[in-house]
């Protein structure tokens, strides 16, 4: 599963960029309205992270500026009959801060403002997404300092060590808070440590 892509900025259009790797191959990433406005201009480089949604009959990428993001979006599909465009629009509306305090506080009436969501929907979201939101620690993001490949990097290798990604997350986090300068293969060596004096 793609968690993160970097690489330069080959096309994009009202919805989706297309980004180059290293490796000479081109990903199509849906993007926020708030992510394409920050996006690069073609020919620089791009950082992303990704939540790679799979069907059974596509394939598709979401990109985000943070991690933080990236959760938050991930939690949202998680809500009953809340689709990738809608909970694209969502983060194009609000930041994943924004977003945690209208569903703590159950205001329905700000999530209305999304567009193609109801106060009836908006609603119906409050309850689906209250207790997720607050327990999935949606909000929470990298230490800002840790370099965000590194995060990245780190956490997917603890996820295909077969550790959980609560427990990965926050152990990465404890990890680049103590040293924001490791690179991943020290960041792995650390988190390992960590969980050994568990």
Sequence with gaps: ????????????????????????????????????????????????????????????LFGFASWEEQRTFST???????????????????????????????????LARVPGIGLKTAKRLVLDLKDKMSASGATLSPSPSAPVSAYADTVSALLSLGYGRQEAEDVTRQVFENDADLDTGSAIRQALKLFAAK
């Design 1 to 60: 599963m793609i968690a993160y892509l970097e690489g330069t900025v080959l096309h994009h259009d009202e919805d989706s960029c297309v980004v180059l790797t290293q490796g000479g191959v081109g990903y199509k990433v849906f993007l926020t309205t708030r992510g394409l406005s920050a996006l690069p201009s073609t020919g620089e480089n791009a950082r992303l992270f990704v939540h790679t949604l799979v069907r059974e009959d596509a394939l598709a």
């Design 76 to 110: 949202l599909l998680s809500a009953p009959k809340l689709g990738p465009k809608t909970a694209l629009a969502m983060l194009g509306v609000f930041t994943p801060s924004e977003l945690a305090g209208c569903v703590v506080k159950e205001d329905a009436a700000s």
